[in-house]
């Protein structure tokens, strides 16, 4: 299975990496990736809740230089997730990886 047309297996990929610098962030898929439809230019969103954000744009660079699918990384903190991105996006469209 390809993963250019997987997101689950994208997410995954992001999530090894992502956690060889932050074993504790936890990772989830939103958007188009989850609720569809897809477009052949749509990109993966991918949420990434970590402590670490003063490192995010490292993380992300990281994650663009081994991942060839086009990624649309968000990166947060716990408390930003619980008091934002949760109030935002319905809990159906926001799938654990």
Not at 4 to 26: G, M, T, Y
Not at 76 to 81: G, H, M
Request: charged share 30%; proline share 5%.
């Amino acid at each position: 299975m390809k993963s250019r047309n997987n997101p689950l297996e994208v997410a995954v990929k992001v999530k090894r990496i992502v956690q060889s610098i932050d074993p504790e962030a936890r990772f989830f898929l939103f958007g188009s990736a989850v609720c569809g439809p897809r477009t052949a230019a749509g990109d993966i969103d991918v949420l990434v809740v970590s402590e670490f954000v003063d490192r995010k744009y490292d993380v992300m660079v990281s994650v663009y230089e081994e991942v060839l699918e086009p990624v649309e990384g968000h990166v947060t903190t716990r408390v930003k997730f619980e008091t934002w991105y949760k109030r935002f996006i319905p809990s159906g469209e926001l799938v654990e990886v």
